[in-house]
């Protein structure tokens, strides 16, 4: 217990320059001979994201200290605002080489049900040499149903350099206190492309005749896995009449994820459009400008081409998209619908 507590402070005050908005950390190890200052950065960073509402009230923090299978190891239950995560710091003074079993870790929620981590990438077996620590995240179920536990059983097999049986690592948290906003928040924010023909006009816009291709840029922010709200910027350029459309909107988001990667949105929004017409092919010398409110919506449908993790967290994740865009003008000359088909290449984190 001595040394796992000299590891504890040496974790708090080895330094304290590192980003705050990680949202994981690869899993990190050294040698406690040889400490390095920005590994025990991660530490320091993550232990502020400690979910308050299931510390005890001997310590104020979540901490759980076991010394089991000769090995010193510490918990936290810490969160974002995305998931909530079991982070493990380990300390090997057994004389021998242990390893992780990470893909067999085991959850018991409430005293009855079984659950496994749900990790994004290949999970395999942490080996962790004697006199090294090794610190690392353990995703948990998603927020909404992480709100209903009261109750959190942890285990996690480890096998020794010799041995063909495991033992097992065992440690179990407890609720204390709700507050909702720490166990159902929820921020994600998405940065897509857009392009795509445009397919009719109809009104007063159909005279402008047919443009050449349709541009977008769109901005999604969901407060919840399924709801959120954006921005949209749609240029339609080069109609056959030396004009071009810019549109801009405020729409609200519908997301309903159909598999694990691939998703369906719906965007309806308000807006304005403008006309920008230069009859003497001179931008700055000779334009007419009309503006009319607009209405609009999206449909889509986002598969996930891939991902960026850092140990079992997903930092950043890349998609593709297509579907429709439909909008209608008011008044003036943009007056009428339009309606084009859009590709889209987009990021969210």
């Known amino acids: 217990m001595k040394k796992l507590n000299v590891f504890i402070f040496s974790l708090f005050l080895s330094f304290s320059a590192m980003a705050q908005n990680w949202d994981s950390v690869v899993i990190v190890a050294g040698t406690f001979g040889t ?7 991660v530490y320091q960073s993550l ?28 918990f936290h239950l810490i969160g974002d605002y995305k998931r909530n995560y079991i982070m493990m710091a380990v300390s090997n003074h057994s004389g021998k080489q242990v390893a992780l079993n990470f893909r067999q870790v085991k959850f018991t929620i409430n005293g009855d049900r079984v659950r496994y981590p749900g990790y ?6 942490e080996m962790v040499n004697d006199g090294w620590w090794v610190l690392a995240n353990i995703p948990l179920p998603m927020k909404d149903e992480f709100a209903s536990y009261e109750h959190l059983k942890v285990e996690i097999p480890i096998f020794t350099t010799g041995s063909k049986e495991s033992c097992t690592i065992v440690t179990e948290f407890k609720r204390s206190a709700r507050y909702p906003n720490e166990d159902v928040s929820f921020n994600y924010f ?7 023909p445009s397919l009719t006009q109809t009104g007063n816009v159909d005279r402008l005749g047919d443009p050449n291709i349709i541009w977008g840029m769109d901005f999604n922010w969901y407060f919840s896995a399924m709801h ?31 598999t694990p990667k691939f998703s369906f949105n719906f ?10 017409q230069d009859y003497n092919n001179c931008y700055r010398c000779n334009q007419n400008l009309s503006s009319t409110l607009m209405v609009d919506y999206r449909l889509m449908f986002n598969y996930v081409l891939g991902t ?25 000359e943009t007056n009428g619908s339009r309606l084009g088909l859009l590709f889209r290449l987009g990021m969210g984190f």
């Open 120 to 125: 994004s990438y290949q999970v395999a077996d």
């Open 35 to 41: 400490i390095i200052s920005s590994q025990y950065a």
């Open 228 to 258: 959120g709200v954006g921005m949209a910027f749609q240029w339609e350029s080069d109609f056959t009449s030396n004009g071009s459309i810019f549109s801009g909107d405020f729409h609200y988001v519908y997301r309903r994820f159909l």
């Open 47 to 74: 232990i502020k994201r400690e979910l308050k509402g299931w510390a005890n009230k001997e310590t104020g923090t979540s901490v759980k200290l076991e010394n089991q299978c000769g090995i010193q190891t510490e």
């Open 308 to 332: 960026w993790n850092m140990a079992d967290v997903e930092i950043m994740n890349f998609f593709i998209g297509a579907g429709v865009v439909h909008q209608y003008g008011f008044s003036g």
């Open 190 to 196: 998405e940065f897509m492309f857009d392009t795509g």
């Open 267 to 276: 965007e309806p929004g308000v807006g304005y459009q403008t006309l920008v």
